[in-house]
């Protein structure tokens, strides 16, 4: 059974006085430029954005994370990136200590995993990219089955969420947050096997395509 954090971790963590620092001294700024609204589909409430879970959410710009952190203003995320970014010892300590996770994504350790694990611990999100990279065009890309694999392990909810390419500058930056994919529902028995992890990951790759969806015929074409 894991340990409770004491409350006052959760509203301030020294480990994470760095993302705080960023966080709230750019809020103004992305407030101003980004002004990101999200939107619920299924008609969701707000609280219930509530508890553990991992973020998982289509890759399409490098101010993803930014915009990402605005729309869970209330809550820290920790960003899963590749290890290219920690190679030097100044990025090292900046990706770290903003609350990035470094993973090999051609060979993926299991110090990954515990570092997912003792965020959501410590009443963090995770949130992973499971296309791996930003894609170049408006389509999303094949999806990694990284995300289901530390939810798997975390045994975490998994919490899909598409964010709309802004065409114009002067336009608010969307996301569509959707319905969490429940852990408990998805993994039947404790150790799943490759078929059930395939079955999630496709699971995920549907809800994604739903939001995305969603967004065009609801939103898009001012039903909304």
């Keep these: 059974m894991e340990k409770k954090v004491p409350w006052i971790v959760r509203l301030f963590d020294p480990r994470m006085w760095l993302y705080d620092f960023v966080k709230w001294t750019g809020a103004l700024i992305v407030s101003i430029d980004l002004r990101v609204k999200r939107i619920f589909a299924a008609g969701r409430k707000k609280t219930s954005l509530r508890g553990r879970y991992i973020v998982s959410s289509n890759h399409m710009s490098y101010i ?6 605005a729309a869970f203003w209330n809550r820290r995320l920790g960003f899963i990136a590749t290890n290219e970014l920690f190679k030097t010892k100044i990025w090292n300590a900046f990706f770290r200590g903003v609350g990035c996770i470094p993973i090999d994504k051609r060979n993926p350790s299991l110090s990954t995993f515990k570092a997912v694990k003792e965020r959501l611990r410590r009443g963090h999100l995770v949130c992973v990219f ?3 990279e930003v894609t ?17 392990v975390a045994q975490a909810d998994i919490l899909p969420v598409y964010l709309v390419k802004r ?5 608010r930056q969307i ?7 429940e852990y408990a529902k998805c993994f039947q028995s404790p150790v799943p096997s490759l078929d059930e992890i395939r079955a999630v990951k496709e699971l995920l790759v ?6 995305e969806e969603f967004y065009k015929q609801t939103v898009k074409e001012g039903k909304r």
Excluded at 64 to 69: A, Q, W, Y
Excluded at 206 to 211: A, D, Y
């Design 175 to 181: 996301a569509v947050i959707g319905e969490k994919i």
């Design 206 to 211: 549907q809800k994604e395509h739903e939001l």
């Design 64 to 69: 993803d994370p930014i915009i990402l952190s």
């Design 167 to 171: 065409e114009k500058r002067w336009k």
């Design 130 to 132: 499971p296309e791996g």
């Design 136 to 152: 170049r065009t408006e389509d999303m890309g094949e999806f990694k089955s990284g995300v289901v694999m530390m939810a798997m």
